[in-house]
């Protein structure tokens, strides 16, 4: 079975797709965003440049976590760790979805916006991670596993994170017959055409879905300032930053 693909021809049938699909609070379909629907459905530690074989994506997290206890208190379980270094750039061996379909949506119309995006919809794994797997489990496990992680850190929450693992890193999602939805695979692919893409960006935000509420920090507050500005004047609205001339 090939995964199904939907192209998207007006915003106002993300609302009658997305009613179709529920996470269940990370127990039914999950949704990922991708400003590029040529990208691999991978994670970053497995696509071509970055991965390395045997394993070693491990070690590189292995690297991580001894230096980055200098900058931050980590979380006791493996797993855990894995997920913080996700999330601040790290390539590992997990990938980011979505338990809220407009988070996917932002991620797939942010940027690139003459490029088409995806937003993937994907039923969650047979095989569950727990809290408990130890990083020595993952290098003689095989498969793509689920993860939901506790609320370990702000983005995580802010974003309604949930994981695949991939093991080893570049391991393929396979395709199959869902076992939620009739007549379909538990793979969606929803191509975004890059002429809508702003066009959801405004809707989002108007849910109150920007990089402020993603990204609950101060890189996150400024890049949402300036799109903004950005925003006002592509509008050609009236600024209320700077007038002072200060």
Not at 106 to 118: I, Q, R, S, W
Request: aromatic fraction near 8%.
């Amino acid at each position: 079975m090939s995964r199904t693909t939907i192209v998207l021809d007006n915003i106002q049938n993300l609302h009658t797709l997305f009613r179709g699909y529920r996470s269940h609070e990370g127990f039914g379909w999950l949704f990922r965003g991708q400003a590029d629907s040529s990208w691999d459905l991978l994670p970053r530690a497995g696509r071509e440049g970055v991965f390395l074989p045997d394993d070693r994506d491990l070690g590189r997290f292995n690297d991580w976590r001894s230096q980055a206890v200098a900058y931050s208190q980590l979380p006791s379980a493996d797993i855990e760790q894995l997920a913080v270094a996700q999330h601040h750039g790290l390539a590992t061996r997990l990938l980011d979805w979505s338990m809220n379909p407009l988070v996917a949506c932002f991620f797939a119309c942010f940027e690139l916006p003459n490029t088409d995006g995806v937003v993937y919809i994907f039923e969650m794994p047979d095989d569950m991670l727990s809290d408990h797997i130890q990083i020595e489990k993952l290098h003689s496990s095989s498969g793509v596993y689920g993860y939901i992680p506790k609320s370990i850190s702000p983005r995580i929450v802010s974003q309604k994170s949930v994981f695949t693992a991939h093991c080893d890193a570049s391991r393929q999602i396979e395709i199959r017959a869902s076992r939620i939805g009739r007549d379909q695979s538990n793979l969606i692919e929803t191509v975004i055409p890059a002429r809508l893409k702003r066009e959801v960006i405004d809707l989002l935000e108007d849910y109150g879905i920007d990089r402020s509420v993603l990204f609950p920090d101060l890189d996150g507050l400024s890049r949402h300032i300036n799109h903004k500005t950005i925003r006002m004047i592509r509008r050609r609205l009236p600024t209320a930053v700077g007038e002072s001339g200060s």
